[in-house]
């Protein structure tokens, strides 16, 4: 693997588990000195003691100022500098109908999953004004935030606003050599929503409705971190703004199409084309 951020100083929240740690490592392993900071300190220190390079854990509520200071005050003390931003931490929230959504249900999400975004990227421009460098930042979106659903209200109001953060930093940031970029997973097994209980749309089915992907099958963690490596990197120096979907062709599923929607759909006759094109080219 190249080492296209060598000598660069990477911080990735919600680095504990999941899609942070998957960046966490592929960072590490093309030569950035990364800052892991997770809600649970014992994850963030399994995940940094076991990067490829060097690295620091810091233990941080994404969704309180006086965290997001201390983690970027450790990362500067530990390295010098900041280069590059993954804001990843989030939280699915509840899955409750929409009258039964509580006000703490869908400010806990929010303040998680929006405002932890926003102190992320207001610390992060502060940062590269105090070091006077330009520099990258990649926000962790979620196809809920290019789709709607009436299942997981709260989690996919702050995806949506996600990308209005994202919008307006791509905005101020370019001309001062900043990137900002977001990548929306798709159906991607991770602890976030594994342990959400076995509810419809939690982690029980979610390989089931895997099925239902253009690729028929949910996506990995390492995938989702090349997508974010790409964009953190010089290889994505003139992109800025933009969402990048890691879903295997989901978010462009026309749902109200016999030959689409959303576990409506039935892949067997594409599924048999392809068995056949296999067939006839091995």
Known sequence: MSGRFEGAVAVVTGAGSGIGAATARRLAGEGASVVVVDVEEESARRVADALP???????????????????LAAAVARFGRVDLHHLNAGIVGTFDRLPDVTVEDFDRVVAVNLRGVFLGVRGAFRRYAEQGSGGAIVITASIAALRGSHDLLPYESSKHG????????????????????AVAPGLVPTGLFAGAGTAGGAGGDLLRRGTTVPQRRTGTPEEVAGAVAYLLSDDASYVNGEVLS?????????????????????????DEAARVIRERTS
């Open 162 to 181: 996600v990308l209005g953060v994202m919008r307006g930093a791509a905005m101020y940031g370019g001309p001062q050599g900043v990137r900002v970029n």
């Open 246 to 270: 890691v879903d295997g062709g989901s978010a462009w599923v026309n749902t109200v199409r016999p030959g689409g929607g959303a576990g409506a759909w039935d892949p067997a006759p594409v």
């Open 53 to 71: 390079g060097p690295a620091l854990a810091v233990r941080g509520d994404v969704s309180r100022e006086e965290d997001t200071e201390a983690y």
